[in-house]
């Protein structure tokens, strides 16, 4: 992740599990801003799914989802928010079952929305169908407790 300085505009490579530790900028040691809005979903794909999820020092949620399903687009304003009030414990991923089809059959996705729980680069829960952001809370902060 690249954060501009505010003080003298250098560009900081950031590794984005140091973002909560209070980056300093290299070149003159101000403190980095990071964003606010900086926790959101992030779009996962056959080739990107290893090295996003089963390589993430974090838990991760994995959006399985398609354009045409309306339960899977009722549900992404649900895993916004989810992803911004957990952001630094918890990665939430979205995967396009259309367009990566190579990792939807390797998890047995029949049924859309799924969400898959990762937490060490295991699979350790499988939620299927449009579920309130209350339960998917309830899941994510049990895999939370337990990584």
Known sequence: MIIRCLNCGTKNRMPENRLNAHPLCGRCGAPLVVESGLHTPVEVTDSTFLGEVLTSNRSVLVDCWAPWCGPCRSLASHLE?????????IKIAKLNVDENPLTAQQYNVRNIPTMLLFSKGRLVNTLVGLLSKEEIERHLLSVMETS
């Open 81 to 89: 928010e989810l992803a911004a009030k957990y952001g630094g414990g």
